[in-house]
């Protein structure tokens, strides 16, 4: 009973001065909020940059001709040509590791269907792309076998290009002219949209690199070999298996450097969930700087409200209460303060991050731990920065405080 009716002056206290006890709130309230949509803001980051990662495929390592030095300045993964079709056929036959490969080539231009034109880029790829890139036909078919063998005149269209070329048809069965060659379109994908990058990944061709090789660039080597592992802990064991076999079959000596360059998809998403981790903390953490103003402010006010009722504090004293009831009567206004701030801050916070998701098109997402994180922190903020204001309640003299005026 006494607890309650502890509880029950603390609530009038406050609301003798209504105006002055939300504005005390407040600090606490766009602290909280503020909290909430920045921890949203960067989670939601996050998770849409692991999204473009899983988008680059499954289990997916990414072989690169390696660099080349002159005169002490080394130009970059894929500045030598080094990969060649039969290192595609040894990767396949010799690394257990490896169950899908893709050969990988690059072209661009002008490609016309009718009166209608774009200027894209043709990737050249295996069957097995589709399957590593975890990429789908919206409809139509994907190449053969047999297509890539016999460097078939045959194309598949990203939605941005077939929107483009086709506004009013479907593209399938349609002829499209790609450095003057005509490829028959069989098929469009699904669309994936924006890498993490920005790019559209949808503004793209594909065709057999083997097309793309012998009739669009004429280039002898490969640019890439796209490859997926048999199972997420095999990505390490196909690296070490690719990286052995093919400094074998390049001849490379022992303290040389690899000719040739492996980007493990792994190694990137850990890099790129570090990063937007970072983020996510700092944003946080500048958040969190409202929540000490809020604090402050609660202070502030409770030693405002402590000069103002020191008589009656001496009139408690001096009928009984001891200082430690006095402490926790001034303890709990400013729990209540922060408990109320808190408590309509995660409410502000929720709204506005759908706000900001909805307006904005950014990804948010909201945690339990991100409301469970703020509302302790209010919490904190509530007992920290009342205990000064209550205890020089507590040690006021009862006589003195009965003088005061």
């Known amino acids: 009973m006494k607890t309650m009716n502890i509880l029950l002056s603390a609530f009038r206290a406050l609301q003798r001065n209504k105006m002055r006890s939300f504005l ?43 660099s080349q030095q002159t005169s002490g300045v080394k130009t970059g993964a894929g500045s030598v040509t080094t990969l060649t079709e039969d290192d595609c056929n040894a990767i396949q036959k010799e690394c257990p590791a490896v169950s899908l490969l893709s050969p990988g080539t690059r072209a661009g231009g002008q490609v016309i269907a009718g009166n209608l034109n774009w200027a894209t880029s043709v990737e050249g790829t295996g069957t097995d792309y589709l399957e590593i890139r975890k990429w789908g036909i919206e409809y139509g078919d994907f190449y053969t076998d047999q297509d890539v063998k016999a460097a078939a005149k045959v194309c598949i269209l990203g939605k941005t290009v077939a929107d483009a070329l086709f506004p009013d048809a479907s593209p399938v069965g349609q ?57 997420p802990a095999n990505i390490p064991v196909a690296q070490a298996q690719i990286t052995e076999l093919l400094r074998m079959r390049h001849k490379i000596a022992v303290y040389d450097p690899d000719d040739f360059t492996i980007r493990n998809q792994a190694d990137l998403a850990t890099a790129a969930t570090a990063t937007t981790g970072i983020l996510t903390i700092l944003l946080a953490s500048i958040a969190s700087v409202s929540l000490l103003v809020g604090g402050i402010g609660i202070m502030n006010i409770m030693l405002v409200s402590v000069t103002e009722r020191t008589r009656e ?38 709204v506005g991050s759908s706000a900001i998701s909805n307006l904005a098109k950014w990804p948010t997402i909201i945690t339990a731990f991100s409301i469970i994180l703020s509302f302790g922190f209010s919490i904190a903020i509530g007992i920290f920065f009342g205990f000064y204001p209550a205890r020089k309640a507590a040690m006021l003299n009862p006589i003195d405080a009965l003088r005061y005026e």
């Open 313 to 350: 504090i001496g009139i408690r004293m001096s009928i009984g209460a001891r200082g430690r009831d006095i402490l926790t009567q001034f303890l709990i206004e400013a729990l209540v303060l922060s408990l109320l701030g808190g408590t309509t801050g995660i409410i502000l916070g929720v």
């Open 175 to 231: 002829t499209v002219r790609i450095r003057n060659v005509p490829c028959k379109v069989l098929g469009v994908l699904t669309k994936k949209g924006q890498n993490a990058m920005g790019q559209d990944q949808d503004d793209i061709i594909l065709a057999p690199w083997t097309t793309v090789k012998r009739r669009l660039t004429w280039f002898p080597y490969l640019r890439q070999i796209l490859v997926s592992a048999t199972t």
């Open 24 to 66: 005390t709130m407040l600090g606490i309230i766009i602290g909280v909020a503020a909290v909430i949509a920045m921890l949203a803001i960067g989670q939601g980051a996050q998770y849409s940059v692991e999204q473009q990662i899983n988008a680059l495929g499954t289990n997916v390592l990414i072989v690169l001709p390696g």
